[in-house]
């Protein structure tokens, strides 16, 4: 079926009513609302320019909105990974293997993600990752080192916490992906794995060249929408303190009480992670759809 | 057409029985032996078990009882033997099965590099004699989606034949082919068996039967009704299953 192009009656009255909420969401701040706004105060969250050092520093907002680049980052490549491991355990013939994902993925996907966090905090954060003294040791690193450590994890001092939750984050989000991959790799056509036994390839050889490389050209839309739920729910590690951007619009908000302009910018900033992710699914639908037509 | 000389023993099928978890009994007590050079053709109504005898010569099933051994290596529960007879047995499917996400030539070149380990350079080159052979030269940087159904089987026999098979299995190979593309295909088996090539063919094709096949076996219910030379099938059937079925489709 082709779509439409051209506004019909239904799209100009939809339209309409639409415009109307909006004028009186408007028309209620305006009159209603007793609210101070601010808006000036809020460009200095965001970059603010030092005058002892003579230089433009990001502001809290900026900081934050790094964090969550970062933990995004290796959250996506971490859960990718766990991922594609636990998913192909999860087709494997061997019970043991497919038993373990499985309490892994039904483990993750049955609890609320605020539990698994605190769960794993205080037990990986506290118990496996402090003893370790990440930490500490960071510090004996050189300043050039300590700071492209900080570029790309953490400032020391903040490296044990950050870890702690990109941990909890990649086991979290690999559940999900998981079942991308195990789903992926189970639709391939039997032939497929027929054919490339009756060559005398070996199980790497067949995961490695031809039922690999099927599946992740297949799960591509799927898998950019599961690093989307991903980037959204990095959110969540605000509430064990990391000072990702929700985190600081939280303690921002705190102090100056400017809520409305200070929730519009985090939501500005994660829209500018998201939407270019979802224009990639598009993308990808699109070509995927042709590729295999 | 001269006479054929056909070596030693090269399979021996002694006695094998399937039954599928569903219970059906696909092969009972069914026992064969096909010499070098030989081209057996196997026919039979659908789900006389002639497919499953195909796939459990490579290990693509698993047999509940008997035994098979291909050239002195017994098809056992040793992995390496497994491998190893695999790699000495071409197959042909009925659905092709190439590898959609590779081009013609990487799908003929793939196994060549990983299983013989032989260089790219030397592979290619192997690969491009095959698929001139078969008559696709012109199409090896293509994928498998753009091309016919007959070139795709044409594709998947090159791919088979890159590993230098001592034997070649070939199941309902143009069942799945338009009626004009049927002939290009069984043209290049009639290359191949004429080359020498020992070749197993479930197919419903009697008049390549008739023409190019040694021995052929007609299956019902999983057992051997009648094995003979074409000439003699063909015109001399002695069991009543055999005529019938002849009957039926000739």
Redesign the interface.
């Known amino acids: 079926m082709r779509k439409k192009r051209f506004l019909t009656l239904t799209d100009l009255l939809v339209g309409s009513f639409l415009l109307l909420v909006c004028l009186f969401f408007v028309y209620r701040v305006k009159v209603g609302l007793n609210y101070n706004w601010a808006w000036d105060s809020i460009p200095q969250f965001i970059f603010r320019f030092d005058k002892e050092n003579n230089e433009w520093v990001s502001g809290i907002l900026m900081t934050g909105f790094y964090t969550t680049i970062r933990l995004s980052f290796w959250g996506i490549i971490l859960a990718t990974v766990f991922g594609v491991i636990s998913g192909i355990a999860k087709t494997s013939s061997i019970l043991f293997l497919r038993w373990l994902a499985t309490t892994y993925v039904e483990t993750m996907r049955n609890l609320p993600p605020l539990v698994i966090i605190f769960i794993a905090y205080f037990f990986v954060g506290d118990q496996l990752l402090a003893p370790l003294g990440i930490d500490d040791w960071a510090e004996t690193f050189s300043p050039a080192s300590q700071n492209i450590l900080a570029i790309v994890f953490a400032k020391p001092g903040y490296l044990t916490s950050f870890f702690a939750a990109l941990m909890t984050l990649a086991i979290f989000e690999g559940a999900y992906i998981t079942e991308i991959v195990r789903a992926g790799i189970e639709s391939i ?1 039997k ?2 794995w ?9 199980w790497y ?1 067949q995961m490695r ?2 039922i690999l ?2 599946t992740f ?1 297949r799960i591509m839309p799927p898998m950019a929408g599961q690093f989307i739920s991903l980037i959204k729910d990095s959110s969540i590690v605000s509430v064990i303190s990391i000072q990702e951007l929700c985190f600081q619009g939280i303690e921002l908000m705190t102090s100056t009480l400017h809520t409305i302009e200070i929730w519009t910018v985090v939501t500005l900033m994660y829209l500018a992670l998201t939407l270019p992710c979802s224009l990639l699914v598009e993308r990808l639908e699109t070509r995927l759809n042709l590729s295999l037509r | 057409m001269t006479e054929k000389k056909f070596g030693d023993y090269i399979i021996n099928v002694d006695n094998i029985c399937k039954t599928f978890p569903n219970g059906v009994k696909a092969l009972c007590n069914f026992s064969t032996n096909i010499r070098r050079a030989e081209v057996v053709v196997v026919i039979g109504p659908s789900g006389s078990g002639k497919s499953t005898f195909l796939r459990c010569l490579n290990g693509l099933e698993e047999i509940d009882s008997g035994s098979i051994i291909f050239d002195g290596i017994p098809l056992d529960d040793d992995k390496n033997n497994r491998l190893k007879i695999r790699r000495e047995m071409g197959m042909v499917f009925q659905s092709f099965n190439l590898f959609p996400h590779m081009t013609v030539l990487e799908n003929v070149t793939l196994a060549q590099q990983l299983v013989r380990k032989s260089s790219a350079s030397v592979a290619k080159s192997v690969s491009m004699e095959l698929l001139e052979k078969v008559g696709i030269e012109d199409k090896v940087a293509s994928y498998p989606a753009q091309l016919s159904g007959g070139q795709q089987q044409r594709v998947a026999i090159a791919r088979a034949l890159a590993l230098k098979p001592k034997v070649m299995l070939f199941d309902e190979a143009t069942s799945a082919l338009d009626p004009e593309m049927i002939g290009e295909v069984l043209d290049v088996m009639k290359t191949l068996a004429n080359e020498g090539m020992t070749m197993i063919c479930v197919t419903h094709e009697l008049g390549f039967a008739r023409e190019v096949s040694d021995w052929v076996i007609f299956m019902d219910e999983g057992r051997i009704i009648e094995g003979g030379t074409a000439e003699h099938f063909f015109s001399d059937p002695k069991e009543e299953r055999t005529k019938g079925f002849l009957n039926q489709i000739l």
């Open positions: 056509d032939g497929q027929e054919a490339s036994h009756a060559l005398g390839l070996t050889q060249h031809i490389p099927q050209q």
